[in-house]
């Protein structure tokens, strides 16, 4: 007999865990923190404090140091300052866009230290990706300093490819990706078991979520739009993953029964009329795609071009009508524009409101925040180095790994 | 500074009460358990559970016997079984149903011990609500043993009340209901800080993840309709209440733009296709109203009725197109079909789930069970007793009440 939701009280060891991950953590998102501090943010009194701080400076995690003299002296010992480790612990944060395949070196703290990027497109194989990836990883090893520790590989994967039509189809890369994708790149890591892979919107919202524009936001909506649109959902503070992870493509929700055919199969979808193709096509630039493309559409629009102008508002008032819908839904007392729908939302903030006011339950709309990322288009890459950090600060202490020893 | 989803860890007393709220709402949920389970179930030694079951009898919460000799005689003394003390410990429930007003006496350990009902309509006021409440508690209250302990009460609001209008209303019907019940109900019951409210989708799904169809299920969407159609929805186990509490009207999810006008001053929302009077429309009924008119449909179109035939096929359509919408939006394990809904996801479940086929990415389809509930129109009361019980199943041995004690 299973009981979902309950679980016995820690012991005392496992107590100590937890307050080193706690206050491990505290400085990863806090950065540099005084002891002082630290005993009031993580209710812990001060020689607990001193004895977690000594455990992980020992364990190589964060150093002490005495503050820098401020302008008027102080009275009595100046409190230690904890730092995290930023250069000596890291992980290696990939990110696999439509049209690029990104690598970082991210350290302990969420600083981006080193990084590469590659074009990519739709018919990048995975084994392509991967060498890429290992390529990426060769070259930014030797740079970090010979004492630096690796923890491991958070890897983004964007939710959509093109397919061979330049049509959106999202289950069959899901399954083409995800998994095989973490085994093959644990391969040519020199069979490094911590490869975590989580979706761009996921991770852009977890990225948000700890250290962007949401931080201290419980319920968000994080909205990301390439050639397809997905969102990372967090609710009451915890990611909502979903059942099988699949969850988050509200780009398939159906706002036009009957409309467009989408890449999955079904017609009308979202992203037919949000996505990419949906602004070029209206627009008359059918052969257009990319980014660049769709900020050419906005530019023209902002300069006066009539068709431009109509697509933005036509796609703009889309926006605002699937977005009302995920906050009817959802609640959400932020959503948060990402990637291409970054530039959309900023292009049509108007329209897009005024469809969310007329369509969203007056509880549902009072304290909804429209915003966009803080993280710009790092965000995926900070959520990737997040998600590979999870295992160590769960449990700071813990082996670095079964398989290879640290890096 | 503050820093989300951090918490240092427990005292010693912290982690003797969260093992007795663990204990405690083991054998809530699961029933008399011997010690020899509860051992296993919670990681706790023997001693621990011992101490840990002594101190919540002393309390009053639990008893523990010696089991019924089974057909075999066992070897060495037969493990303890730990009980929860259905009849003297109990909490209030109430349902505030679009066309009723229900009231029942619940125990520790999730049995209905005693319920009172009422009819109510549209117009109702809330003082009259409270009153009728007050009524139904006055009468059961005599029937309690003198010593049973009430530890609290749980309301359960339907998210819809018809307007003058016939219509439904939403964003008002929760401004007018949640808040000002919760205060005019502790006003008439002595006033007992311990009210809980919570909307009927959200508590309904509550009850049947807790001892229902969904029971270790982690990800779940439980769909709700009377007038108005509501969902409660779980992820990873956690309720999703969202930021204001609002969350779940997915019956204001646009499904076909330009569609009927909605009560909430939108067109074309779910519930315009799905609801009562959509069926009810449909089928040439605009007069009636009523779970037993939208039957009295169902039932003419399992008789061969065409007109019926065609409402339930046309709803029973629509029924499947928002269900494929959420299932893409939130990859949810299971769908639970409540009041309405499951009386025409049993009358349409073909077409429904022809519409799910088409629509949902084969990700997010592959798992999706579709069911109907188990603990039927009673989950409202049972959840509503759910959430009065929190309280003392956080902390069973806190003091019951700071206003007045007990009962």
Request: glycine letters at 16%.
């Given at each position: 007999?299973?009981?979902?939701?309950?679980?016995?009280?820690?012991?005392?060891?496992?107590?100590?865990?937890?307050?080193?991950?706690?206050?491990?953590?505290?400085?990863?998102?806090?950065?540099?923190?005084?002891?002082?501090?630290?005993?009031?943010?993580?209710?812990?009194?001060?020689?607990?404090?001193?004895?977690?701080?000594?455990?992980?400076?020992?364990?190589?995690?964060?150093?002490?140091?005495?503050?820098?003299?401020?302008?008027?002296?102080?009275?009595?010992?100046?409190?230690?300052?904890?730092?995290?480790?930023?250069?000596?612990?890291?992980?290696?944060?990939?990110?696999?866009?439509?049209?690029?395949?990104?690598?970082?070196?991210?350290?302990?703290?969420?600083?981006?230290?080193?990084?590469?990027?590659?074009?990519?497109?739709?018919?990048?194989?995975?084994?392509?990706?991967?060498?890429?990836?290992?390529?990426?990883?060769?070259?930014?090893?030797?740079?970090?300093?010979?004492?630096?520790?690796?923890?491991?590989?958070?890897?983004?994967?964007?939710?959509?490819?093109?397919?061979?039509?330049?049509?959106?189809?999202?289950?069959?890369?899901?399954?083409?990706?995800?998994e095989p994708l973490a085994e093959a790149l644990s391969a040519v890591?020199?069979?490094?078991?911590?490869?975590?892979?989580?979706?761009?919107?996921?991770?852009?919202?977890?990225?948000?979520?700890?250290?962007?524009?949401?931080?201290?936001?419980?319920?968000?909506?994080?909205?990301?739009?390439?050639?397809?649109?997905?969102?990372?959902?967090?609710?009451?503070?915890?990611?909502?993953?979903?059942?099988?992870?699949?969850?988050?493509?509200?780009?398939?929700?159906?706002?036009?029964?009957?409309?467009?055919?989408?890449?999955?199969?079904?017609?009308?979808?979202?992203?037919?009329?949000?996505?990419?193709?949906?602004?070029?096509?209206?627009?008359?630039?059918?052969?257009?795609?990319?980014?660049?493309?769709?900020?050419?559409?906005?530019?023209?629009?902002?300069?006066?071009?009539?068709?431009?102008?109509?697509?933005?508002?036509?796609?703009?008032?889309?926006?605002?009508?699937?977005?009302?819908?995920?906050?009817?839904?959802?609640?959400?007392?932020?959503?948060?524009?990402?990637?291409?729908?970054?530039?959309?939302?900023?292009?049509?903030?108007?329209?897009?409101?005024?469809?969310?006011?007329?369509?969203?339950?007056?509880?549902?709309?009072?304290?909804?925040?429209?915003?966009?990322?803080?993280?710009?288009?790092?965000?995926?890459?900070?959520?990737?180095?997040?998600?590979?950090?999870?295992?160590?600060?769960?449990d700071p202490l813990a082996d670095p790994v079964d398989g290879q020893?640290?890096?």
């Open positions: 007999m299973s009981a979902p939701g309950l679980r016995a009280g820690p012991s005392q060891e496992e107590i100590r865990r937890h307050n080193l991950g706690a206050l491990l953590r505290y400085v990863h998102i806090n950065g540099a923190t005084t002891r002082a501090e630290l005993t009031g943010e993580l209710g812990l009194n001060r020689s607990t404090i001193g004895a977690l701080t000594a455990d992980l400076a020992t364990a190589g995690l964060v150093t002490e140091e005495t503050p820098r003299a401020s302008g008027a002296a102080r009275a009595g010992r100046p409190s230690l300052v904890v730092r995290p480790m930023s250069a000596l612990v890291y992980t290696y944060a990939v990110s696999v866009d439509v049209d690029r395949i990104r690598a970082a070196r991210v350290g302990l703290g969420g600083e981006i230290l080193d990084r590469r990027e590659a074009a990519r497109d739709g018919d990048t194989s995975v084994s392509e990706t991967v060498a890429a990836v290992a390529a990426f990883v060769g070259q930014m090893h030797p740079d970090a300093p010979p004492d630096a520790v690796n923890m491991g590989t958070g890897v983004a994967v964007t939710g959509t490819a093109r397919t061979d039509g330049g049509l959106v189809q999202l289950g069959g890369d899901i399954e083409r990706f995800a890591l020199g069979g490094d078991p911590r490869i975590s892979v989580g979706k761009v919107a996921d991770l852009s919202a977890l990225a948000e979520h700890s250290r962007g524009v949401a931080a201290g936001c419980g319920d968000v909506v994080y909205l990301y739009g390439d050639v397809g649109v997905g969102a990372g959902i967090i609710s009451g503070g915890h990611r909502v993953t979903s059942h099988g992870g699949y969850g988050g493509e509200v780009g398939h929700m159906v706002v036009r029964p009957g409309g467009h055919p989408c890449g999955c199969g079904s017609r009308g979808c979202w992203v037919t009329e949000i996505g990419e193709h949906a602004l070029l096509s209206a627009a008359g630039r059918d052969g257009a795609s990319g980014r660049d493309a769709l900020l050419a559409v906005i530019d023209a629009a902002g300069r006066g071009d009539g068709k431009a102008q109509a697509a933005v508002r036509q796609v703009g008032d889309w926006l605002g009508f699937g977005v009302a819908n995920l906050a009817n839904i959802l609640n959400p007392r932020m959503v948060v524009f990402g990637g291409t729908m970054r530039d959309l939302y900023l292009a049509t903030a108007a329209s897009l409101r005024s469809r969310v006011n007329a369509m969203v339950l007056p509880a549902c709309r009072e304290n909804l925040r429209l915003r966009t990322p803080k993280l710009g288009d790092d965000a995926a890459l900070i959520g990737a180095a997040e998600l590979a950090f999870e295992r160590l600060l769960a020893g640290g890096d």
